[in-house]
């Protein structure tokens, strides 16, 4: 176990609204990701943090920002919702131990309606 | 371009058998992979890895096998159970790549009773 939390786990917003997903984590990892999961395309990074204040790119960011204010949250936004973001997210971190390691949380399934 | 694949989406096994399931990548970058189990509802867990000096790493049950030359791995269960009826993603990183991994899409394993 990680100390990986995610919230909410589930939510239904409607296209064009602003969302945020948080992930929390207990052990103070520098290393924190966002993915998503889509039938036929496994997970696929969207953005990613290596400090407070310090993010990047991932494969699929369009439509996406994230901000990392603190260690130990990482906040994904959709700022205008759109049908094609319905998916499952998974936050993860990088053990600062095991560097090649990810750990994820439990997800968090978003309906775009 | 996927350059993590996985072929069968599905593979069905009885109780005590072997299950193999297999991976294909095409970029030459990488040198450490990855296997992660997931079930329905819950975020991935990661099972087992290999770094590229090595050929063969076992966990228990769990062995992961890699054929560099061929750019394939191969994760083996053995003796299968029905517990381990889950989705298996592999993943590929390389280093310097600051941990972002690279997920192939999936096989569904079924371990009949």
């Known amino acids: 176990d990680a100390g990986i939390t995610q919230s909410p786990r589930h939510k239904v917003t409607e296209t064009g609204t602003p969302v945020t997903l948080r992930c929390h984590q207990t052990?103070?990892?520098?290393?924190m990701y966002w993915y998503r999961q889509d039938p036929g395309h496994g997970l696929r990074l969207i953005h990613y943090?290596?400090?407070?204040?310090?993010?990047d790119k991932g494969e699929v960011s369009d439509g996406y920002s994230v901000s990392r204010s603190k260690t130990e949250d990482f906040l994904l936004t959709l700022e205008s919702a759109t049908s094609s973001q319905t998916s499952v997210y998974f936050c993860?971190?990088?053990?600062?131990?095991?560097?090649?390691?990810?750990?994820f949380g439990p997800g968090t399934r978003l309906l775009v309606l | 371009d996927q350059q993590v694949k996985q072929n069968s989406p599905s593979l069905s096994v009885q109780e005590g058998r072997i299950s193999i399931l297999n991976c294909d990548y095409t970029?030459?970058?990488?040198?450490?992979f990855l296997w992660y189990k997931k079930y329905p509802a819950e975020g991935p867990t990661f099972l087992i890895s290999?770094?590229?000096?090595?050929d063969k790493n076992e966990d228990g049950r769990f062995t992961v096998f890699l054929n560099k030359s061929a750019k394939h791995l191969s994760l083996h269960i053995v003796p299968s159970q029905p517990g381990d009826s889950a989705v298996y993603f592999c993943a590929a990183t390389y280093s310097g790549n600051t941990g972002k991994l690279i997920f192939g899409q999936g096989t569904t394993l079924q371990v009949k009773p």
């Open positions: 290999i770094s590229s000096i090595k």
């Open positions: 993860a971190i990088r053990d600062d131990r095991d560097q090649e390691t990810q750990y």
């Open positions: 052990e103070n990892h520098r290393y």
């Open positions: 970029n030459s970058m990488f040198d450490y």
């Open positions: 943090s290596y400090g407070v204040k310090d993010t």
